[in-house]
T-cell receptor
């Protein structure tokens, strides 16, 4: 599975956009980019995923570069409740030998300040 | 909302005792995963099932660990002869095998071995 690199921590002011970067320079053509977050003592929460195109849902936007070697998760208006560890994961699509297993790294600790 | 549920949420046991955890996946999901998370680390994959078949097991799953999913619905994870090193959060996730296999996590079971 492709590895990801994320900054260990980031800060953001409440109400501002939080932009969380992720490098995945060894990503394969059939691998998706997933983002999860984990609030203290809870299970990871799915946020968004994408393959090639930018994606948006009610929680966030995902911007994937054209070469797919990096991506950015955007929380458009961060709130205090968005304080969490954010994980960027690449995982194969159906049919890959590692299909079904998520490999979590250390993630980025996002702290949203009042 | 019928998300992934886990029982118990917390378990305290003495070293050498056996413990069993249960996971109920989202009802239409055919894949079920177990992960383990120790303090300060991201979740680590343990094993996964498609329907009732256990398709992959991590090297982390020692002989003292066994997982079952007898009817392709709920799953149990048993740890025999617990050790202090087994203290961790045990997470369950489920998904529908498809083009992206998005996994949804339960709240976890926090195990403390004294």
């Amino acid at each position: 599975d492709a590895k990801t690199t994320q900054p260990p921590s980031m800060d953001c002011a409440e109400g501002r956009a939080a932009n969380l970067p992720c490098n995945h320079s060894t990503i394969s053509g059939n691998e998706y980019v997933y983002w999860y977050r984990q609030i203290h003592s809870q299970g990871p929460q799915y946020i968004i995923h994408g393959l090639k195109n930018n994606e948006t849902n009610e929680m966030a936007s995902l911007i994937i570069t054209e070469d797919r070697k990096s991506s950015t998760l955007i929380l458009p208006h961060a709130t205090l409740r968005d304080t969490a560890v954010y994980y960027c994961i690449v995982s194969p699509s159906a049919g890959g030998t590692s299909y079904g297993k998520l490999t979590f790294g250390q993630g980025t600790i996002l702290t949203v300040h009042p | 909302d019928t998300g992934v549920s886990q029982d118990p949420r917390h378990k305290i046991t003495k070293r050498g005792q056996n413990v069993t955890f249960r996971c109920d996946p989202i009802s239409e999901h055919n894949r079920l995963y177990w992960y383990r998370q120790t303090l300060g680390q991201g979740p680590e994959f343990l094993t996964y099932f498609q329907n009732e078949a256990q398709l992959e097991k991590s090297r982390l799953l020692s002989d003292r660990f066994s997982a079952e999913r007898p009817k392709g619905s709920f799953s149990t994870l048993e740890i025999q002869r617990t050790e202090q090193g087994d203290s961790a959060m045990y997470l369950c996730a489920s998904s529908w095998s498809g083009s992206s296999d998005t996994q949804y996590f339960g709240p976890g079971t926090r195990l403390t071995v004294l």
